[in-house]
């Protein structure tokens, strides 16, 4: 086998039938929502690569640092042979714990974005002669078809993506990482935690308007596949901390009354002055919270590691 494979577990148009269920779904309900997957087209993903530099975006760099200084004990502990990493980007932080894991065998990333697939994996292959890449183009909210590789098996789900999911979507996808799993198994879990609001919020609305392009990069995907006539500048990006929920909300708001028609959908939009569409949530968590949720989905936390600061939190639990 080459060591570098790709496949699309998906059905011919699964993606775009999704995206029309999505958006009609989306925008005709109350409150108007989308689902982040669908920042991630090529351009999607090259932006978010950005954000995870800039002086603002700490939970990149948090995550890194507990990285280097914790992939020996990660490896030690998992030993693992496959390692599955869901929503996997660039795969660029997973580089340091896939240096440590001496026995692995096959490195799994599933990703939506097939371009960043592509970019990582073959780098990878480059920089780790013998170790199989087998990406998966793929919905990880969905039933994934895994290949076959041996044990142990260790999920990584990094970067904080799990914030991105509510909380009844985090139980579902929960579970169905721990179905992935045998007894003994392990998923290492990157979270970010409660911490002042400002901090929050400086890192979803950055001085150099980076995370406003993105967001708005979501009306430029609607309107390639569905057709539409989107003008992203005419939507502001919103970062706001709700406190009840402890979550940050991504939003565009309509800068004035407008309508929007999706072809595709047979679909025109009205937009009210200041009306809002939440394109994302960014939950953050404390340990308590996370060990809960774990333990209902028959996992258990074992390790526990922050960065320096307290800022973000990776985890390490084990299959029951
Ligand atoms: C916040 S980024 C994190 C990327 C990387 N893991 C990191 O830590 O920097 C989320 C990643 O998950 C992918 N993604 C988002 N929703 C997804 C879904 N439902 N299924 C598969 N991948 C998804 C995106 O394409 C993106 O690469």
Known sequence: MSPFRLTRTLPEDATGAALRADVREGLTGSP?????????????????????GLPEYYPTRAEREILLARSGEIAEASGA???????????????????????????VPVDVSESALTLAGRALVAERPGLNVHALVDDFTGRMALPDTPGPRLVAF????????????????????????????????GTDLVKDE?????????AAGVTAAFNRNVLAVINRELGADFDPAAFDHVAAWDAGHEWIEMR????????????????????????????????????????????????????WWTDEEGRFALSLSVAR
């Not at 087209?41 to 090259?46: P, T």
């Not at 990482?177 to 290492?188: C, H, I, S």
């Not at 009205?270 to 968590?285: C, H, N, P, V, W």
């Open 81 to 107: 042979r496959t390692l599955i990493e869901l929503g996997s980007g660039s795969s660029e932080k997973t580089r340091h714990l896939i240096g440590a894991l001496a026995g692995l065998h096959t490195y």
């Open 32 to 52: 108007r929502t989308l689902p982040p997957k669908w920042f991630y087209d090529a351009r999607g993903s090259e932006l978010f690569e950005e954000i995870t």
């Open 252 to 303: 565009l708001r309509s800068r004035d009354p407008q309508t929007v028609k999706i072809p595709a959908l047979d679909l025109a939009v009205d937009f009210g002055a200041g009306e809002e569409l939440r394109t994302e949530i960014s939950a953050k968590f404390r340990k308590e919270r996370v060990r809960e949720e774990l333990a209902s989905a028959g996992l258990e936390l074992a390790r």
């Open 198 to 206: 400002k901090v929050l919020v400086r890192a979803y609305d950055d």
């Open 158 to 189: 990094l970067g904080g993506t799990i914030g991105n999911l509510l909380p009844a979507e985090r139980a579902a996808f929960l579970a169905s990482v721990r179905a992935m799993l045998a007894p003994g198994d392990g998923l290492l879990l």
